[in-house]
Structures are given as C-alpha cells and as structure tokens.
C-alpha cells in the first residue's frame, strides 16, 4: 500500500475523533494528532483499536506509544502490514 | 425564611412517551407503555412483558456527537441524556461553548442503580478472552455509575457539584430532594436532577429469579401492572429517565424562566433495617417518619396535601404503604387525599421511577388533573377499607390541586419524600 492510499485510510478514522477541523484540513506527515488536530488524549487508544480493524492487524504497546503523529503511524502500520 | 426553589425545565423518556408533551398525553389517556419483550421469552424469563422507550437509533443523533455515538451500548445513559438535555433546553438554558467558562452555580445530580449492564457484558466478553487491550475508551465512561452525572455536566457546561446518588428505588426522589438541599443551602443556583434506569434482561433477571413479577400476563402486558388492584401479582420490571431543572426563585425570576411548581421540602431517611425493615421491606415506623418530616419541613399540614403519587409498586407490599399514608397524614376513607401510581402505565422504572414519576406530579399541578390509575377497577379490600374507592380514580380527573405529595421506597430499607406545590 502507498503512504498516500495509506495517509487517506488514516484520514477517514481520525476524522471523528477531531477537535481542530482546520488541523484536519492542513493534514500532513508531520500533523501531531493531539497538539494539531486536538483529539482527546483518552481517544487516541480509540484511533489505534480502529487502524486495527481497518488493516486486520495488531499493533503491539510499543507501536502504540509511538503513534502520536501522522508519519510516526504510517511508519508503524506499514511496518505491522509488511511482517503479516 | 429558606431561598424558594421551583422547577423551571422537564424532560422524560419513558415507555409511553419519549418528551412532556407525549408522557402528558399518555398519562391523563391512561396509556400503557407495557409490551411484550420477545428477548425474555427466548431467555427463559417467567415474566416476559417490560416497560421500555421506544425509539430508532438515528433519534440519538440529536443529543450526541459522533464520537460519544461510536461503541455506545448503555441504554440508561441514552435515556438520562436525552431527557437531562430535554430538561435543560425547556428551562430556556443554553449549553455553553467549549471555550467558554463552565456555569459556576449551575450542577447536575443524576442518580442510577447501575449504568451500562450492555456494555459492561461486553467488556466482561473481552476481558475473558484475554482481550483486554480492545477496551478502548468507552469502556469506562459507558459504566462507571457517575457516566450520566458526567455525560450531562460536560455537554452543559457545569461547574458546580456534578454527581450521581443512588439508593435503588429512591433514587430518582432523592436526587430531587439533594438537589433542592444544594440550592437551598445557597451552594448552587441550578441543579439538572433526576435519574436513570437501563433496560434489559441483565437489569430485570434478578428480580424475575426473586419471584416477585407478574407470571400470568405475557399474553396481556398492558393489564399486568395493576397496583392497589385486589389482583395484582407482581411490579413490572421499566425503565427510562426522568429530568427536572431546579432552581432558586430568585434566579428564575432574574431569567425570566417559566416556572412549573415549588418545591417546599422534603425528608430522606433509613428505617435501618430494623422493626420489620429488611434488606428488602420496609420498617413502617421510618416510612411514617418520613413522610411526617417532609411535612413538617415544607411547613404545611398533612390537611393541605390534595394529592399523593405512591410508590405503589403492585405487590401485597401497597396495602402496607397505604396504611402508612394513612397513618402519616392522619387521614382516612372520604378524608384521604387523592392517590395514584404510575406503574400502572409504565411499570416501576427501579432507579428512574422517582424522577419519572416527580415528573407526572409536577404536570399534574402544571395542568390540574389527577391521572387515573388504569387496572386498578378491582381495588383491593384492605385498601378499599381505610381510603374511599373516589380517592383512587381509575379515570383522569380535572381538579385545581395545590399541594402534591411524593414518596419512593427502595431496598436497603431507604425512603424518601417531597412536597410540590402550585407555584404562585
């Protein structure tokens, strides 16, 4: 899968969850989920539990505590996909 | 002299009617929120017949984001949430915005017996599985007890006390009684109280297994709640929520808000489960007490009540509680106050009958007229012997009232009391 498939999947899970829409809007690599895009910290567990489902894979606690920006995700999902 | 506190917002969910203007119709209609439950029967339930509110999914969506949708599964904070936030938009009150101040003098007491039994069987699936880590967020906030209390506080904006009370089926009267306290004491100027009940088997099973439903009406759901009824044989397991704004005179007045009744005072107290008093029967002296306090403390006379909304759940436990009114207000046959129960329509909504059923008394001021007690044609005799049979109408009457009373028992021996008046 490309990183941009990738970053449009990411897209459509965190959509629910934010807080800043102009954040959502300027979304990028470096987009911080919780400084730029205001999603509640107690939600970010929500976001990793949907990837999972998304992408039927699973990400193991140190995957999660990398996952607090939009590169550091595609990095641990592309990661999860290719060793499944 | 106390701050006067009036009712100034209603809101209900219950099985026969989603908001106020249908709860009324139904009620003054005789209306019976009572079906059958096909769940029940497929788990084997003796009593497969319930009250419960009726509403498709896509109705949430005008009371929460999609986020607070995602994994919901705790239909007591459904019900609690659409009829706190009901109450609250028909006191002519706004939610505040997100970055705005919380309303410092203005909290919720929201009571339950126990929140989101679904999700939580979902959560106890997971945590078996040794799946814990699929948790998630809602886990949590779906079934600690105080979800409702928090849910209503952070969607308004309180920034006063935000919590949930509970003792079983006083619940939702105790709320309004806490409330009126805070508001009272100068704490707070507005309190969103009221209570909720869940829905569902995990809920209604306990009581099923202590025998004390009807068996004999899953053909007939709508007769099956018959309290005060020489053939009554059980309370009907319900559910839903009931919502009332309370608030100081003053600050009513400064809004401009309308107001619907006062609250006078009231009393809660244990019976302390001795002379008689149990786990789950009441002590008759405590339950007399009560309702002597709350009079006292409303300072009128057991004469000025016109009307008494029972606790009356349909078990032989309703003779006991009429000899106690009896007693307590000192009053007998054609001199007895009107009485009534809404279990007859609803079924007992457990922690949510005290506030669904405050809401019914306080329309009944509202609007003047005394709902009728529907199944209740065959009273029972040692009932008919102590209150004249006109006392226990069977049909909605229309009479100017000015003073109602409310009492709800619960197990743990628990009891608690409120006067209402016609706000002038």
Known sequence: MTNEDLLSKLKTIIEPYVQNQEGLQNLSENTNFIDDLEINSANLVDVILDVEDEFGIEIDNDGMDKMLTVKASIEVIQDKLASK | ??????????????????????????????????????????????????????????????????????????????????????????????????????????????????????????????????????????????????????????????????????????????????????????????????????????????????????????????????????????????????????????????????????????????????????????????????????????????NDIDVVNGHLTATTKDINEIENWCYALKRKGKDFPYINSLKSMVGHCLAASGSIESVATVLQLKDDFIFGNINCEDIHPQIEAIVDKEKIPVKTLSKILNIAAKASFGFGDVNACIIFKKYS
């Open chain 2, 1 to 302: 002299m106390n701050r006067r506190v009036v009712i100034t917002g209603l809101g209900v969910v219950a099985p026969n009617g989603m908001n106020i203007s249908e709860f009324s119709t139904a009620i003054k209609n005789g209306s019976s929120g009572i079906r059958y439950i096909d769940e029940l029967n497929k788990l084997n339930f003796s009593c497969q017949i319930a009250g419960k509110p009726k509403y498709s999914k896509d109705y949430l969506n005008n009371y929460f984001n999609n986020v607070q949708l995602k994994g919901l599964n705790a239909s007591g904070l459904e019900y609690g949430v659409i009829a706190g936030l009901d109450a609250w938009k028909d006191a002519g009150l706004a939610l505040v915005d997100k970055k705005e101040d919380p309303i410092w003098n203005a909290g919720v007491i929201f009571g339950t017996g126990i929140l989101g039994v679904d999700k939580f069987r979902e959560a106890i699936y997971k945590v078996d599985e040794g799946n814990v880590r699929r948790l998630g967020s809602t886990s949590v906030i779906q079934t600690m007890a105080s979800g409702i209390s928090a849910f209503l506080g952070g969607m308004i904006g309180c920034g006063n006390i935000t919590t949930t009370n509970s003792s079983a089926c006083s619940t939702g009267t105790e709320a309004i009684l806490m409330a009126y306290e805070r508001i009272v004491s100068g704490k707070a100027e507005i309190i969103l109280a009221g209570s909720t009940s869940d829905s569902g088997p995990y809920v209604w099973g306990g009581f099923d297994s202590m025998r004390i439903l009807p068996r004999k009406h899953n053909q007939n759901p709508t007769t099956a709640s018959r309290p005060m009824s020489a053939t009554a044989s059980g309370f009907v397991p319900g559910s839903g929520a009931g919502a009332l704004v309370i608030e100081s005179l003053d600050n009513a007045i400064k809004r401009g808000a309308k107001i619907y009744a006062e609250i006078l005072g009231g009393h809660a107290n244990s019976g302390g489960q001795r002379n008689g008093g149990s786990m789950t029967a009441p002590n008759n002296i405590a339950v007399r007490e009560c309702i002597e306090q709350a009079i006292i403390n409303s300072g009128i006379t057991a």
